[in-house]
């Protein structure tokens, strides 16, 4: 068999351990984190971009499904009929490329996003819409957006904040 990539469940809120047991195990391991700015200061500045998921890229003739099953923090593999299935090298490099960009961004709520700046929806049913940011909604990681409409009248409408992309003037 070959290396490929392979998506490793955790237990909830256990990807940081997950990923600590496969570090000393030396197996390689992507675990996609996006900074957050919290409203509550003790809150953790950094969350998992997958909640309850790491990848890991493993030979698993070598490895053994066990293993990787019974690893403090998982729950197993992702399987469709009971085969683990393969995460593509490409997907992998998006995964990394848009990380890195929102944290290029200062994090998933934009630090420098001003009320009146104008933004692009990314992806949803609105994907391609501009937009008119608002504010930020406390406690919360949405937003709040005035959606241009027919006539050049908008509406208000609450959206998460990584959903936007800030549109050059």
């Known amino acids: 068999m070959s290396v490929n990539w392979y998506v490793l469940r955790s237990k909830p809120n256990k990807e940081e351990l997950l990923w600590e047991q496969l570090l000393i195990r030396k197996v390689q391991v992507f675990h996609p984190r996006i900074h957050v700015q919290p409203v509550n200061p003790r809150s953790r500045r950094v969350k998992p971009y997958f909640p309850g ?9 070598q490895v053994g499904l066990s293993v990787l099953q019974r690893m403090p923090g998982a729950t197993g593999l992702v399987s469709f009929d009971s085969q683990p299935s393969i995460v593509p090298d490409a997907l992998i ?3 990394k490329k848009k990380v890195d960009a929102i944290n290029s961004v200062g994090g998933e709520l934009f630090q ?19 937009a008119i940011f608002d504010a930020r909604l406390p406690g919360s990681e949405r937003v709040r957006v005035l959606l241009k409409m027919l006539q050049g009248r908008s509406t208000k409408m609450e959206l998460p904040a990584g959903l936007l992309e800030k549109k050059k003037r």
């Open 53 to 61: 998921y790491v990848f890991v890229q493993v030979d698993l003739e």
């Open 93 to 95: 490099l998006a995964v």
């Open 112 to 130: 420098d996003l001003k009320p009146g700046d104008p933004v692009e929806i990314q992806s949803g049913p609105f994907a391609g819409y501009e």
